[in-house]
């Protein structure tokens, strides 16, 4: 069984809600985005090391599922655990928590490519970063839970 890690604590910001009151999508991919690179940090792929050895990720596919309302005010916390793990891929599934009610008010599912910054094409995940994301390999339903 995998783990999910902590990748983000925050708040619901009032200019981060639509006309509605509800905290506007922008905002959940923005932090879902930060998530991401925290989850890398943690198993090997730091923003220094991919600024020295050229290495980039890139975003090519968000999917979410909206499970409760989020508005101004709502305290966050956001744990983020792996899919799967490809040759130069990986999916990642991040849930957001309404901390004060401690429901799940966002699952999202986001794939990432590994990018050579030269070629700008995908290059595999190094040896040490696929070795400790296995480690946080989760199923679909161990996630849903």
């Known amino acids: 069984m995998g783990q999910f890690v902590e990748t983000h604590r925050g708040m619901v910001q009032a200019w981060e809600c639509d006309h509605l009151g509800h905290m506007n999508v922008q905002f959940y991919i923005a932090r879902c985005s930060d998530a991401a690179w925290h989850l890398m940090h943690h198993v ?41 793990i490809g040759r130069s891929s990986i999916r990642l599934l991040n849930r957001l928590w309404n901390a004060g009610t401690d429901e799940i008010a966002m699952l999202m599912r986001n794939d990432g490519v590994c990018l050579d910054l030269e070629t700008r094409r995908a290059r595999p995940l190094p040896d040490f970063v696929r070795t400790r994301a296995e480690a946080l390999l989760v199923s679909e339903e161990e996630a849903r839970a």
């Open 44 to 84: 090997g792929l730091s923003p220094s090391f991919a600024r020295a050895e050229r290495i980039g990720l890139a975003a090519v596919r968000y999917d979410a599922e909206f499970r409760r309302e989020l508005r101004a005010g709502d305290l966050l916390r956001m744990d983020t655990a792996v899919l799967a």
